[in-house]
């Protein structure tokens, strides 16, 4: 029995002495991805079937997204659970930073947030150029307003604005004010349903197949700017992540190449976010 163990030992060893190694490298490199966790904004527009198979031919590194609202996204990459971080909150991003969960945040690209609402605008809003008093005036007029509700970039942009037009509609929830707990996409739908008024990233407006009466109301306010920035995951906290394929992935990101993979992506034709990377890298 022993002689028998040995010898299929044998084998085996001679049989993988003749696998060429470039078979296991190609496993190794087929095998090779990074985990990114981000917003279901950026995911439905469509960007990243777009941008990352031009990265993944130049690198060999496939990335694997994982969708959710930004303040989830945030939650996955504080546990360790992502290799990098990529959504649409600065403030939130750079409290990421400074509590040692990031190691430094990169400007990517922007778009914007529009209020949209129905084509006969209850609460007369149409072509205001604040957003604060757009929303005080839907407020004033108890005019169906449907918001995410879901700690997304965009749901937390929401309440910022509304804070700032002296409003709390959170007391109102359930009333005027409804909160779907839900993705943009599904928050547009019931907008629609209700004809009601809603804030949206431009890019998941551009994609969004079921308007009805909806349409862009207000839109241009500088209080509606959208940065996104992408932060490597600490590798002092969490050892296991990829952090230099990570780091490859963000550089690729702000460089001359990645910035132009963005800025040539549209939606019926129109482009859909911007590049502002500070300092281009080569």
Known sequence: MTSGFFRSCLIMTIIASTIPLSSFNSVTAS????????????????????????????????????????????????????DALFVHHKPSEESF?????????????????????????????????????????????????????????????????????????QKSSGDWYRETGSGMGATLNTASAMSAYALTDRSTWLKFANKGTLKVLVEGDIQLFNPYGIIVVNPALHPHVKWKDAEAFADWLISKSGQMA?????????????????????
Not at 69 to 77: F, R
Not at 103 to 110: F, I, S
Not at 262 to 282: C, E, R, S
């Open 262 to 282: 963005i800025a040539k992506y549209k939606i019926k034709g129109q482009q859909a976010f911007f590049p502002n990377a500070q300092g281009l890298k080569k």
């Open 97 to 169: 930073v400074r509590a040692g969960f990031g190691l430094k945040r990169l400007d990517v690209m922007y778009n914007d947030f529009i209020l949209v609402g129905p084509n006969l605008d209850p609460a007369k809003i149409e072509g205001s150029n604040r957003i604060w008093t757009a929303l005080k005036n839907i407020a004033d007029a108890n005019q169906p307003f449907v918001s995410r509700g879901d700690d997304s970039g965009t749901h937390k942009k929401e309440l910022s604005l509304w804070k700032i037009s002296g409003n709390n509609p």
């Open 31 to 82: 095998d090779r991805f990074i985990t990114v966790a981000s917003t279901t904004s950026t995911r439905n527009s469509g960007l990243y079937n777009h941008i990352l198979p031009i990265f993944t031919k130049k690198t060999g590194i496939k990335v694997r997204v994982v969708a959710v609202g930004t303040g989830q996204a945030i939650k996955l990459a504080q546990n360790g659970d992502a």
